[in-house]
């Protein structure tokens, strides 16, 4: 099994940035891929972006492409989402995810273990 813990939530005004964390315990050496995705009130869960565990693909949504950046410490086992240019469309509950096998996924039930999520709030 895999933990994982995000940090890093918040509240920002538009045009600010955040970063969240996502750290891994457990049996780490079995992740092939890392996620983020988000959820925002009645709305389903959406994919965000996605980072192979050597960094070397990366994916993001259009939505928040030239905005968002995924990286990883490998060291750490952490994954990080950093966040710029937010928007009040970006407020949601973002979850961080990690999957055993195979490359990038965009799609929920491809990732195997789960976040509790973190609330990020962006005012106008």
């Known amino acids: 099994q895999v933990q994982l813990v995000e940090s890093g939530g918040g509240l920002v005004q538009t045009g600010g940035s955040l970063r969240l964390s996502c750290a891994a315990s457990?049996?780490?050496?079995?992740?092939?891929?890392w996620g983020w995705f988000r959820q925002a009130p009645g709305k389903e869960r959406e994919f965000v972006g996605d980072?192979?565990?050597?960094?070397?693909?990366?994916v993001y949504a259009d939505s928040v492409k030239g905005r968002f950046t995924i990286s990883r410490d490998n060291a750490k086992v952490t994954v990080y989402l950093q966040m710029n240019s937010l928007k009040p469309e970006d407020t949601a509950v973002y979850y961080c995810?990690?999957?055993?096998?195979?490359?990038?996924?965009?799609?929920?039930?491809?990732?195997?273990?789960w976040g509790q999520g973190a609330q990020v709030t962006v005012s106008s």
């Open positions: 457990g049996r780490t050496f079995s992740i092939a891929a």
């Open positions: 995810a990690a999957k055993r096998e195979g490359g990038l996924a965009t799609r929920r039930y491809e990732y195997d273990y």
């Open positions: 980072i192979t565990w050597s960094g070397g693909s990366i």
